[in-house]
């Protein structure tokens, strides 16, 4: 059964940085690309970074720059580095698998997800 297990959220003020976790089992890691999605309070889920099997990146126009995604295959990690936090930043912080043959929109399975709060 696939596990998603996503940590590192808080409160922080802006400006500030915050580094998010997710640990992922009951799939094979390695072989799939992953993201980490986000939900603003009354938005959409909307995907923030994504990272390929190989460890290629892209990022969502509002946080380049800012992010950083990451990858611990031996792991089986998926981390993401928030730096230069916004307010625009707050929401609840998913990770998921990311890949050509899955429209994420569609996935049922979601973790807890990890609570970012940036104050001003």
């Known amino acids: 059964q696939v596990q998603l297990v996503e940590s590192g959220g808080g409160l922080v003020q802006a400006g500030g940085s915050l580094r998010l976790s997710c640990a992922a089992s009951?799939?094979?890691?390695?072989?799939?690309?992953m993201g980490w999605y986000r939900q603003a309070p009354g938005k959409q889920r909307e995907l923030v970074a994504s990272?390929?099997?190989?460890?290629?990146?892209n990022y969502a126009d509002s946080v380049k720059g800012r992010f950083t995604i990451s990858r611990d295959n031996a792991r089986n990690t998926v981390n993401l580095q928030m730096n230069s936090l916004k307010p625009e930043d707050t929401g609840d912080y998913y990770c998921n698998t990311h890949n050509p043959l899955t429209d994420w929109r569609l996935i049922k399975y979601w973790g807890q997800g990890t609570q970012v709060t940036v104050s001003s």
């Open positions: 009951g799939f094979i890691f390695s072989v799939n690309g």
């Open positions: 990272i390929t099997r190989g460890g290629s990146t």
